[in-house]
């Protein structure tokens, strides 16, 4: 399946590569880089190009590209999903996953690339039972080996390989036993210019943390369940489960991990909790123009949108932006003609504004498009569907932990046209 | 193709020498060439890592690894270390272990002599107690790529393909595919150990045995019939990529032996699809039709179904395409949510998603026509994402849809990436083409544009307005004029050369304006592009035809500049065109048609979905994205006209039937994964590690008795003639039932949803004169008892009854099952007292072994009682149907008249239960009953004490 897989920096430099069959050339890579010059963006270049003996799928993340090289039919998902596995689990091992921090790690990486793929087909995946065959690298156990000469490599079968719960380690034990769930939604919407909504969908995660010993048995139900349209869950979930009763039962893997993610059904109405009032002109053979913003809380049951962030790319033509923010700061790139406002928290009473004016270049013509506006934003403790947790129990251990429940919303890809 | 391959070579080429050099360099040491001295600080660098490998000191020798890996990792050529590395590798430290894995993998085919000094220590290790030390050695084994050891590895494989560890098998299963790429003459042998791992029944050898068989033998169909339902069964709890190889595999599979369910709904087209989307008339009608779909088929669509669920979006896809290709057209309908969800996805797995919903799109609207939104463009999306969603959106509009569409398109052709206004426009002209209402206000649409800034935009609208005007010419000789005026601002090629087609095509529309028109292009003939220049010559030809004294010296003087063209495509037509149109005596009889050949009425083009044949291409697979056949792509087949043989399925020991259902293969109907399979796999463990001695054999001598149990309790209710007639209880009696009525049984037969489950069958009644719709069992307790909820009934007609089947797992004890009764309406709380004997399954066994086990179960274990036997009882029959009767046991043979022994299981934790009747003088006889579950123990002696006094 995967022959090879080579990591490209922004750069266009190969900086690491591995091969689970024989050695293919990185010239091949010459192909992506091609592709890359003919994007006129990173993202622009296409997940899959075929060469005249390989095909080469790659995914960005971070700012790399990760190049896997293929040589004969695969299903292209396949490889794409096995590829962000891959940067999950670096993220997962070194905190963040960068060109420097890989290269640091460069043992461990190989290590886990050793582990994921054998002669390219997926081997171990679940980042519980790869962390008891490669123990994540810590200063303090850097330390501890260089003195002792023991190793991060684990000598035993991780017992989650062979049972039918692989994602959970056995003998976990914790003196705290905690069970953290984020509710976490998310609004996509377009909004017109006019205010009205074109489209708008919540999505949303639950991401849980739990930390429990044993083998413990969870179940969550919701108050609504109903709200709930299509899912996806983690291996853990107990499907059946879930089509009879509604009840997510589960025995989860220990550590972080995304329980549900959920699509909330479109019959419903969603609530847009912020609005805009726009005013952006250009005027014909001026080389001025108006910009004027002004954010609204709406919809929000009470709660304050925190972490406000507006940013646009402006028309090519515009020089320069003299703006006046009422709050906040704003920055203008000219090179990238990307105007990026950090609001913070929308305050009911004085609503935020940013006015001001273009400049444009002299005897340019005037835009056809007004710029499109993105806007992200998050609520505290509140998720805009209304979907509550109703209770969590536990069975199968017998301390009791401690649990906790978190809402938010947040903006997902929130566009406003003007 | 073959430049690339030479640049390849040459690339791949030039490495060695540089490599040689090294080496050479090694030994002699004082290197003075030129050559020497530009890898010299890579070669001293090697130097002190040799020095390192070769010290006593583990982390030395750790630390160099290290960096070694490094350089491999980088690209660099580290293999002159090779003799010095591969000593390493018997080495006890288990990462340097490792690390010289990943060095000989690497290297090793360039080294083949050095790496076979390894060898041996892998045949060693292969040896090793612990599982993971003989996988690992397994994996390096057969990555070394050098093919003198080909019989090592297959011998090696052989081996691990019956290796007690499933995750040693699981390695084979990799190791097989790995052999066949270095000698594919091994495959015959090869193939055997596929067969035989096919067999397995761990979920963990599942997906990598079939990867193997794909790449190895997928022309071996015949392998799979018999795994065919396991597979099938085993799917849910198997890992996610295994999954993906599985699913592509039965889609394959199901396509050779399956009749199509779509031959009756070949009739309905686009139009009626919408009628039966999510319509029940529909799928009522597809039933009573007489098309039966095999339960195999089925079996295979209802155990996927669950996986749409999946957070791994590659198996989803996988089930998507195989719904696609396999389930009956009304039933693909299930996948469109999932796949939309997808679309919140990476961008990478958006864009294969939504390549493969454009093609769906095209013969389905339907099925995506309610999320049309999902597809509007967002500012923010990479140029292929928002080119796809374009093709998606074209794809769905219908004349309900279409003026959303339209304003939606609008926005679109204002974006500043103008690459995908013009696209936008091309898509605004397919949709006027497709949609004949429309196309009056596109094409007005599309004129307005014209006066756009952005020249591509303006070149593609004229594309666009060329196409649509050769649909319907007639009225629009407006726009041909506007367009006319335009050539002199449009520079782009392409819109020049459409519009001066169009006033070709049409100039005796624009009688007026054409000439004028030819005289302008006259003069800038020379600075044209060729596409161009060909329009300008036909624009000539075909006015020298139809206005010849206005146009006669220019068309000269064209087709003169044109002769002397450097393209020679251009000369060409241009000597073609003056012998068609301008007569002389050489000309033959061609010019007197030469009107009819130019002027001929041609067909309006038809925009097309690029999208159109890519279902040629099974969804989902690197091929279908590439629109070409990708190497190893294997062709979907057409249904088959006349059904295959459907036992070719069956296995011997017959799975599939209820009343024999092996635990294994039902389990994962019951949850999503199975908590039970783990104990055995643990157990298998457990042996390997040599803790536990004998357990893994116990536990297979636990199954095969308990198969055997079955056998009997076959006998003894079928065969024998005291056929224990089910005794059925009330659960909900009709009045307090609000009309329902409720009884249940004991079937006695395994149950299908856990091997820890009792079976319980369940007959509701409707005494109401009104239908009873949604009954479903509601909420359940206590909390240790678990119930299989048997699958709502959505309505039961009055007077009518039904019999559904649940698993409950007692947990072993007599206390009551209590759970809610459901209906649409009303809710009845009521709960099942299993009697004792209802909780044994019936094992046999030999008389000494029965006596060896009571024995083990003796003092707390044992109860017993003297009874009086009712004097009919005394011979063996009617004692043992009374203990039959009462008791699910099996009767163990006996070499006494006197005595009579009865054994059976505990359905939830299997604890073993005797009971023997030693029947003594004047009606007196000894009951006694061993286990050690000794609550239950007293309360089934009481109970067979009752059945066995009485007469």
């Not at chain 1, 995660?205 to 969870?218: E, F, H, N, T, Y």
């Not at chain 1, 703006?323 to 990026?340: A, E």
């Not at chain 2, 994205?625 to 006349?642: C, F, H, I, M, R």
């Not at chain 2, 783990?678 to 457990?686: F, M, T």
């Amino acid at each position: 399946m995967i022959h090879s897989l080579f990591l490209v920096n922004s750069s266009g430099d190969i900086f690491l590569e591995k091969h689970w069959k024989s050695v293919v050339s990185r010239s091949v890579c010459d192909y992506f880089f091609e592709a890359q010059e003919r994007a006129s963006e990173p993202e622009n270049v296409p997940p899959v190009i075929p060469t005249p003996h390989h095909y080469l799928i790659s995914v960005l993340r971070h700012r790399i590209y990760f190049v896997a090289v293929i040589q004969s039919e695969v299903p292209p998902l396949f490889v794409i999903e096995f590829l962000h596995r891959v940067v999950d689990t670096f993220q997962d091992y070194f905190g963040v996953c960068t060109e420097a921090a890989i290269k640091d790690n460069v043992v461990v990486v190989y290590e886990l690339l050793e582990e994921m793929l054998d002669n390219g087909f997926p081997l171990a995946t679940e980042s519980n039972i790869l962390k008891e065959l490669i123990k994540p690298p810590t200063i303090l156990r850097t330390v501890v080996n260089t003195i002792t000469g023991s190793t991060n490599v684990g000598e035993q079968l991780p017992t989650g390989q062979l049972s039918v719960v692989p994602w959970r380690r056995t003998g976990v034990k914790y003196t705290n036993n905690e069970a953290y769930f984020d509710v976490v939604e998310e609004i996509d919407a377009i909004i017109d210019k006019s205010g009205s909504t074109i489209t708008a969908e919540i999505q949303g995660v639950i991401d849980a943390c739990v930390k429990l010993s044993g083998m413990p048995d969870l179940t969550l139900s919701f108050m609504n369940p109903r709200l709930l349209d299509d899912v996806s869950f983690h291996p853990c979930v107990r499907f059946k489960r879930w089509e009879a009763e509604r009840i997510l039962s589960f025995i989860p893997p220990d550590g972080n991990f995304r329980l549900l993610s959920y699509h909330v059904s479109s019959q419903n109405l969603v609530a847009i909790p912020v609005y805009v009032k726009h005013n952006i002109t250009f005027r014909e053979g001026s080389s001025q123009g108006r910009f004027e913003l002004t954010l609204g809380p709406k919809q929000t049951m009470g709660k304050a949108v925190e972490s406000v962030l507006v940013s646009s790319q402006l028309p090519r033509g515009v020089l320069n932006v003299n703006l006046n923010p009422s709050q906040g700061t704003y920055t203008f790139d000219p090179v990238t003609k990307l105007l990026s406002w950090d609001v913070g928290k929308i305050n009911p009473q004085k609503l935020p504004s940013l006015k001001g004016s273009m400049s444009l270049q002299a005897g340019a013509s005037k835009p056809d498009e007004n710029p499109t506006i993105n806007i992200q934003f998050k609520i505290q403790q509140m998720a805009i569907s209304g979907l509550k947790v109703n209770r969590l129990d536990m069975y199968g251990e017998k301390y009791k932990p401690f649990k906790g429940i978190k809402y938010m919303t947040k903006a997902g890809k929130f566009q406003v046209r003007t | 193709m073959s430049t690339n391959n030479l640049s390849y070579n040459e690339q791949g080429g030039g490495a060695e020498p540089a490599v040689e050099l090294g080496q050479e360099s090694t030994p002699t040491a004082s290197g003075s060439t030129a050559a020497a001295g530009l890898f010299s600080t890579d070669f001293k660098k090697n130097e002190d890592l040799k020095e390192m490998l070769e010290s006593n000191k583990e982390s030395l020798k750790l630390e160099a690894m290290k960096r070694i890996v490094g350089l491999i990792a980088k690209g660099k050529n580290a293999s002159e270390l090779f003799p010095a590395v591969v000593k390493n590798v018997a080495s006890k430290n288990i990462e340097l272990k490792k690390l010289v894995y990943v060095y000989l993998v690497r290297y090793a085919e360039e080294q083949q002599d050095l790496a076979l000094l390894s060898i041996s220590t892998f045949q060693r290790a292969l040896k090793d107690p612990n599982q993971l030390i003989r996988a690992s050695a397994l994996r390096v084994l057969s990555s070394i790529r050098v093919p003198i050891i080909v019989p090592i590895m297959m011998l090696a494989i052989k081996e691990a393909a019956t290796d007690l560890s499933p995750y040693v098998r699981k390695t084979a299963a990799h190791a097989i595919q790995k052999l066949y790429s270095l000698d594919p003459e091994q495959k015959e042998h090869l193939i055997e150990v596929i067969d035989k791992l096919l067999k397995d029944k761990s979920t963990l050898v599942a997906g990598s045995v079939v990867m193997a068989f794909e790449e190895v033998c997928p022309d071996r169909i015949d392998l799979i019939h018999k795994n065919y339902r396991k597979l099938c069964n085993l799917l849910v709890d198997v890992e996610e990529w295994g999954q993906v190889v599985i699913i592509t595999m039965l889609t394959r599979y199901a396509r050779t032996q399956f009749l199509s369910p779509w031959r009756e709904d070949a009739l309905f087209d686009e139009n009626s699809e919408k009628a039966f989307y999510d319509s029940d008339v529909e799928k009522e009608k597809a039933d009573s039709k007489p098309y039966m779909m095999d339960p195999d088929h089925r079996l295979l669509l209802r155990n996927t179904k669950p996986l749409l669920q999946s957070r791994n979006t590659a198996v989803v896809m996988a089930v998507a395409q195989l719904y696609w290709h396999l389930a009956p057209k009304q039933e693909v309908s299930i996948v469109t949510k999932s796949l939309v969800r997808l679309l919140r996805s990476h961008r990478e797995v958006q864009y294969i998603v939504l390549q493969n919903i454009a093609t769906m799109s095209i013969q389905r609207k339907g099925m995506f026509e309610p999320f049309l939104k999902s597809f509007y463009v967002r500012s923010t999306d990479a140029t292929h994402i928002k080119t796809l969603k374009l093709e998606i959106l074209t794809n769905l509009a219908t004349e309900a849809n279409i003026s959303t569409i339209l304003r939606e398109f609008q926005t679109y052709v204002k974006s500043q990436d103008k690459q995908f206004a013009a696209t936008t426009i091309q898509a605004i002209g397919r949709c006027a083409t497709n949609i004949s209402e429309i196309t009056d206000t596109c094409l007005n649409g599309l004129v307005l544009l014209l006066s756009n800034r952005d020249e591509t935009v303006v070149a593609e609208c004229v594309v666009v307005i060329k196409k649509l005007l050769q649909t319907q010419p007639s009225q629009h000789s407006d726009i041909i004029k506007h367009m006319a005026k335009l050539l002199d601002n449009i520079t782009v090629p392409m819109a020049r050369a459409s519009i001066l087609w169009l006033i070709g095509e049409y100039c005796e529309r624009v009688p007026k304006i054409a000439p004028d028109v030819l005289r302008k292009v006259a003069k800038s003939f020379t600075s044209e592009e060729d596409i161009v220049k060909l329009q300008t010559l036909n624009l000539a030809a075909k006015l020298y035809l139809t206005n010849s004294k206005q146009t006669k010296l220019l068309t000269q003087y064209i087709l003169n500049l044109g002769k002397y063209d450097q393209n020679y495509d251009i000369r060409d037509r241009t000597r073609f065109l003056r012998q068609l149109i301008v007569p002389n005596e050489k000309s033959g009889a061609l010019s007197k048609y030469a009107k009819r050949i130019l002027l001929a009425s041609k067909p309006a083009p038809v925009l097309e979905s690029a999208f159109k044949d890519r279902d040629r291409f099974q969804l989902g697979t690197l091929s279908h994205t590439l629109n070409a056949k990708a190497s190893g792509y294997l062709e979907l087949s057409d249904w088959p006209t006349v059904a295959p043989d459907q036992s070719v399925r069956n296995v011997e020991v017959k799975e599939w039937a209820p009343s024999l259902g092996k635990p294994k293969a039902t389990k994962s109907d019951d949850k999503f994964y199975s908590d039970s399979g783990e104990e055995e796999e643990q157990e298998e463990e457990a042996s390997e590690s040599g803790s536990s001695g004998s357990s893994s054999s116990s536990s297979e001598e636990e199954s095969s008795s308990g198969s055997g149990g079955r056998t009997s309790c076959r006998l003894c209710c079928l065969l024998s003639p005291v056929f224990v007639p089910p005794k059925s209880h009330e659960l909900l009696h009709r009045m307090s039932g609000k009309g329902l009525a409720v009884s249940y049984h004991f079937p006695r037969q395994p149950c299908a949803y856990s091997h820890r489950m009792v079976s319980v069958q369940l007959t509701l009644t409707n005494g109401r004169d009104q239908p009873l719709e949604d009954i479903c069992v509601g909420e359940a307790g206590p909390p240790g008892i678990a119930i299989h909820r048997f699958a709502t009934i959505e309505r039961l007609q009055p007077e009518a009854s039904i019999t559904v089947s649940m698993g409950i797992d007692f947990n072993d004890s007599t206390q009551a099952a209590n759970f809610q009764l459901c209906t649409k309406t009303d809710q009845f709380s009521v709960s099942i007292q299993p009697a004792v004997g209802e909780l044994l399954m019936p094992v046999t066994m030999t008389e000494q072994d029965f006596l060896k086990e009571q024995g083990q179960l003796t003092g707390m274990n044992e109860s017993s009682v003297t009874i009086t036997i009712a004097p009919d009882s005394m011979s063996s029959q009617p004692v043992g149907r009374k203990v039959v009767s009462v008791a699910n046991m099996g009767v163990v043979p006996s070499s006494q008249n006197s005595i009579h022994r009865f054994a059976a299981k505990t359905v939830s934790s299997g604890s073993l239960v005797l009971s023997s009747v030693v029947l003594q003088e004047a009606s007196t006889a000894k009951l006694v009953v061993n286990t050690e579950k000794t609550v239950l123990g007293s309360v089934l002696l009481r109970e067979l004490k009752t059945a066995l006094s009485q007469g």
